[in-house]
């Protein structure tokens, strides 16, 4: 996310809690020569030393902040770190989770001869914090040698309607929601915004 939108010319600030996803982060951008300023931290305690004109989270990032205070703190965060008027950009999968595994929750990447197959789904079982569901990431890995191997996570992620996103984001922000979109049929040049989306979802708010 960081790379395309720092070769269009955009300053560029990136956070995550986990050290070594920065750190892989900031060797990409130097590897594809763009700059950003990245950080490890809690995104709940986000604080830019100026006004910035968009948020982005995406990718279900947001539904790791799996208690009602932690997302209630990002929102907070997220509206005091916006200029006036300023866009905040989530996705999320809404709705119902589901525990088919499909093209979208399935995925390749290889690089020098390393290949890790990504697989996530839904166990359609409450996590034990309240308000959130068990979501099972599987990695299958092959090594440049051959050898094959998995790691296997379960983790609580945060469930959301679109209903509840908004009230969310009016309660804490406040902001004001613009347009939702449904991955799937999402055209960057001809978006077309969903009324009653479910699944993987793009959400627009502004802030007031």
């Given at each position: 996310i960081v790379i395309p939108l720092a070769?269009?010319?955009?300053?560029?600030s990136g956070?995550?809690?986990?050290?070594?996803a920065v750190e892989f982060a900031r060797q990409r951008c130097r590897e594809e020569g763009v700059t950003a300023e990245l950080a490890v931290g809690d995104v709940a305690?986000?604080?830019?030393?100026?006004?910035?004109?968009?948020?982005?989270?995406?990718i279900d990032s947001f539904r790791h902040l799996s208690s009602a205070d932690a997302a209630a703190g990002a929102m907070h965060a997220f509206h005091a770190g916006l200029r006036p008027g300023g866009l905040l950009i989530i996705g999320l999968d809404l709705g119902k989770p589901v525990i088919?595994?499909?093209?979208?929750?399935?995925?390749?990447?290889?690089?020098?001869?390393?290949?890790?197959?990504?697989?996530?789904?839904?166990?359609?079982?409450?996590?034990?914090t309240p308000?959130?569901?068990l979501i099972r990431a599987v990695l299958h890995v092959?090594?440049?040698?051959?050898?094959?191997?998995?790691i296997i996570t379960d983790e609580e992620m945060r469930?959301?309607?679109?209903?509840?996103?908004?009230?969310?984001?009016?309660?804490?922000?406040?902001?004001?929601?613009l347009a939702a979109f449904e991955?799937?049929?999402l055209s960057i040049n001809n978006p077309t915004a969903a009324r009653d989306p479910n699944g993987n979802t793009v959400v627009v708010f502004r802030g007031q």
């Open positions: 070769r269009r010319g955009l300053c560029i956070l995550d809690i986990c050290t070594s305690r986000w604080s830019p030393p100026q006004p910035v004109d968009a948020v982005v989270t995406l088919e595994v499909d093209e979208r929750n399935c995925w390749e990447m290889e690089r020098d001869g390393l290949v890790v197959e990504t697989l996530v789904s839904s166990l359609r079982k409450p996590g034990k308000g959130t569901t092959t090594e440049p040698d051959g050898r094959e191997y998995e469930d959301y309607t679109l209903d509840s996103l908004k009230h969310l984001a009016a309660t804490h922000g406040p902001f004001e929601p991955f799937d049929h």
